[in-house]
């Protein structure tokens, strides 16, 4: 009777075994966050974070050909938020991520040969979790329980709460996102998104080496040139740290709010983008380049960029500038940018005829070259930047008080990439007296229309200090 039936019931089982396999799995092994020294995940499984936020599993699901491992959100598995093999994807579904006797975390590929390593050393007793927050972190097993690796240390395209970009100080260590290739395909592309840590700490994109895009720099409540942070900071506590042992960006979700992260695109967008529940879609909260004004140095030095004038003539010159190559600016190339009308006084280091002349609603300019000093006011700054003739410009620090501001930045070189924003702040730009007697002249109408209730005197007084 057996004999007779076996080859039916073999073949029956062939069909029904996978079936079960795949079934009793998910029951009997509940899915978990933690994957254990002598276990592995091979393609097909998951580990999922403990309150179903995170999945970190092989991907492209279901599709043959390429396959990575990574961590995407739940909601959307096309949310990918971290990949560990971006550069040496696996050819078929035969990926298995193990443990090593060092405690290594190990992508291994169907022949046995290791693809990826989080070429980390611990113990034996090594375990690896998948948080809550989306971070992968394997940590030792022996009492001290201390972290050996995490993937929030290995940045791929996107940034999520919690984790940061920057530099490590004491050990030169950096942190950035590098963009995809493109949409599709996770190697690591052109772009890079980086927490620029000299002068005032500023978020730059480069492509290749050029920098292409910059937020402004952190004024204490802000990026200079990224006002819209203000909108949803009910939402988010942004984290600029300077320290001496690090100087990074992140930022922390506030309790309520939904899933988020901010993605940098195979096409060079910055992208911050916020999960809708009721429309189960990700909702674009800011993207940079917003405008033609946001490309890095579009006016060239000296020049400013005014997205909401006509485009033809969006790039100017300064108050007290001009084109440096009239003919070339006339052909829309500004890319030499402006030269000053008359040379400053800079007297003898005692007195100088010298003043400034405000610039309203402004992105900063690039800091990178700029000097910082935090414990100053904003008067101190002035007569600073008076003293030293190779002082340019200057700014406030930190905006976080209120009124016009404290600490002061001082820029010496040519003022880069500088247009105005919606709710930008002020720079102080140093002119010498002839230009700033011209500038009381011909702006006093322009001026007294601004605010028609306030005496124009006064009203020149807060923009020629
Ligand atoms: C993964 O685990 C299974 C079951 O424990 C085992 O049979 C398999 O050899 C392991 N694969 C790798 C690559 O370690
Ligand atoms: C691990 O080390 C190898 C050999 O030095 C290197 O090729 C690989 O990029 C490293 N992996 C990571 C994730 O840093
Ligand atoms: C735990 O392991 C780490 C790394 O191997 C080691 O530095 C530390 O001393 C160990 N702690 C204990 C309590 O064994
Ligand atoms: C920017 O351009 C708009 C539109 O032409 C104009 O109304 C505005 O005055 C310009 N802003 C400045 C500061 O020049
Ligand atoms: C600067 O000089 C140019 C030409 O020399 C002139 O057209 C322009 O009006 C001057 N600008 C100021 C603010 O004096
Ligand atoms: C900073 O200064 C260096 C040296 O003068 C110059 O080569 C570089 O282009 C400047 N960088 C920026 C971003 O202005
Ligand atoms: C002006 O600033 C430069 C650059 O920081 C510095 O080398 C120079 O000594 C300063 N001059 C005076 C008179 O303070
Ligand atoms: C004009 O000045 C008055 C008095 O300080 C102020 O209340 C008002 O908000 C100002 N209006 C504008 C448009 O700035």
């Known amino acids: 009777m057996w004999s007779k039936n076996e080859p039916h019931l073999q073949s029956l089982l062939l069909i029904v075994v996978p079936f079960l396999l795949v079934s009793t799995a998910s029951a009997a092994n ?104 989306g971070n992968l972190v394997s940590r030792d097993g022996n009492a001290s329980g201390a972290i050996t690796w995490q993937s929030f240390d290995h940045p791929s395209n996107t940034l999520l709460p919690g984790m940061k970009i920057g530099k490590n100080l004491w050990t030169g260590e950096e942190w950035y996102l590098t963009s995809w290739r493109s949409a599709d395909d996770p ?81 060079g967008l910055f992208r911050r983008l916020v999960w809708d529940t009721s429309s189960r879609a990700w909702k674009i909260f800011f993207q940079g380049p917003r405008d033609i004004c946001d490309q890095y140095g579009r006016c060239g030095a000296f020049g400013l960029c005014n997205a ?24 829309r190339d500004t890319s030499n940018g402006c030269r000053r009308n008359v040379t400053l006084d800079c007297g003898n280091g005692i007195s100088t005829t010298d003043g400034f002349v405000v610039m309203q609603g402004v992105k900063l300019p690039d800091t990178h070259n700029a000097s910082v000093d935090a414990s100053i006011t904003l008067e101190e700054c002035r007569t600073r930047c008076l003293a030293n003739c190779s002082c340019l410009a200057y700014a406030p620090l930190d905006l976080k008080g209120g009124g016009t501001g404290t600490g002061c930045i001082i820029w010496r070189e040519d003022l880069m990439d500088l247009r ?46």
């Open 308 to 331: 909401s004038a006509p485009s033809t003539s969006f790039c100017s010159c300064v108050r007290g500038f001009s084109p440096a190559s009239p003919m070339q600016w006339k052909m």
């Open 30 to 133: 509940p899915v978990s966050d933690i994957l254990d020294k002598g276990r592995n995940i091979t393609d097909g499984e998951t580990l999922v974070s403990a309150g179903g936020s995170f999945t970190l599993g092989f991907f492209p699901p279901g599709v043959l050909g390429k396959r990575y491992l990574g961590i995407w959100f739940s909601v959307d598995e096309d949310a990918i938020c971290w990949v560990a093999n971006r550069d040496h994807p696996l050819t078929d579904a035969h990926g298995a991520l193990v443990i090593s006797d060092t405690g290594s975390l190990l992508l291994i590929d169907s022949s046995g040969q290791v693809v990826w390593s989080s070429n980390t050393t611990g113990t034996a007793s090594t375990t690896v979790q998948l948080l809550e927050s």
């Open 187 to 267: 190697a690591t592309g052109n772009f890079r998104y980086i927490t620029d840590t000299e002068g005032v700490p500023q978020n730059v994109m480069l492509d290749g080496g050029k920098r292409i895009y910059r937020t402004g720099p952190w004024n204490g409540l802000w990026f200079s040139g990224v006002t819209e942070m203000g909108t949803y900071s009910d939402m988010f506590i942004y984290r600029l740290t300077s320290s001496p042992s690090e100087i990074t960006y992140g930022y922390v979700a506030k309790a309520g709010t939904p899933f988020s992260r901010l993605v940098l695109t195979g096409d």
């Open 420 to 465: 105005l924003v919606d709710g930008g702040q002020s720079l102080y730009l140093r002119l010498a007296k002839t230009e700033l007697a011209h500038f009381r002249r011909s702006n006093n109408a322009e001026l007294s229309q601004v605010n028609r209730s306030h005496p124009s005197r006064f009203l020149l007084g807060l923009l020629l200090v």
